[in-house]
C-alpha cells in the first residue's frame, strides 16, 4: 500500500521524535564514548534534517507561509549548526561540552514548537494553504535516504550557514580565570 508512506509533516515530525529521544538518552548516559556516540547520532539527523528542509521543504513553503517563520527557521538552523560543530570538534571531557548539548536541545525544542504549533506554526501554515504534502513527503524522503547512505559511506560535510556571514571571533578567558596582563 504505496498511500502508507508517511507525508512530508509527518515525516519532519518523525525526525523531531528521533531527535528528542536522541537528546534523552545523553542526559542519561554516564560514559564519554556513549556521549559522544550519541552527540554524533544527533549531529548527523540534525544535519540531515536541516538540509531537507532547506533545499525542499521550506522553499515550497515560500510564499505560501509567513515569511518571518522561515526566516526564523533558518537562522534557528544556523544556531544549531554552529553548537553541532563545536560539538563535533569536541570531546564530552571537555568543559561546557554537556553545557552545549544542553543548549542544543533546548534551541532544538524551541524550533520544533514554531514548526509544530498547532495554530500558526510552519506546518499548520504549509498545510492550510494546500501544499502537496504527499509530493512533498516522497521528495523528502528521496533525499533524506541520499544523505543517509552517504553520511554511511563517506559522512557527511558540515552544514553550511545560510544566514550567519561568519564573523571572526576572539575567544576570551573562561569565566572565574584570571586575565592575561
Known amino acids: 500500500m504505496a498511500d502508507a508512506l508517511p507525508d512530508a509533516i509527518a515525516l519532519l515530525k518523525a525526525d523531531h521524535r528521533t531527535v528528542e529521544d536522541l537528546f534523552e538518552k545523553f542526559a542519561a548516559a554516564k560514559a564519554s564514548a556513549a556521549k559522544l556516540q550519541l552527540v554524533k547520532q544527533i549531529c548527523a539527523e540534525l544535519t540531515v534534517h536541516a538540509m531537507i528542509e532547506e533545499e525542499i521543504f521550506y522553499p515550497a513553503c515560500k510564499g505560501k507561509v509567513k515569511e518571518d517563520k522561515l526566516e526564523e527557521g533558518l537562522v534557528e538552523h544556523d544556531g544549531a549548526k554552529v553548537l553541532m560543530a563545536e560539538l563535533e570538534a569536541g570531546s564530552p571531557d571537555q568543559e561546557f561540552y554537556a553545557a552545549k548539548v544542553k543548549v542544543l536541545s533546548e534551541q532544538i525544542e524551541h524550533h520544533v514548537g514554531e514548526e509544530e504549533r498547532p495554530a500558526d506554526g510552519i506546518f499548520s501554515q504549509a498545510r492550510a ?26 559522512g557527511l560535510n558540515p552544514p553550511e550557514t545560510r544566514t550567519f556571514t561568519g564573523h571572526d571571533l576572539e575567544q576570551g578567558q573562561p569565566i572565574g580565570e584570571p586575565t592575561k596582563a
Not at 129 to 154: C, I, N, T, V
Open 129 to 154: 494553504a494546500g501544499l502537496d504534502m504527499k509530493d512533498l513527503g516522497d521528495r523528502l524522503r528521496a533525499r533524506k535516504q541520499e544523505l543517509m547512505a552517504q553520511y554511511k559511506s563517506e
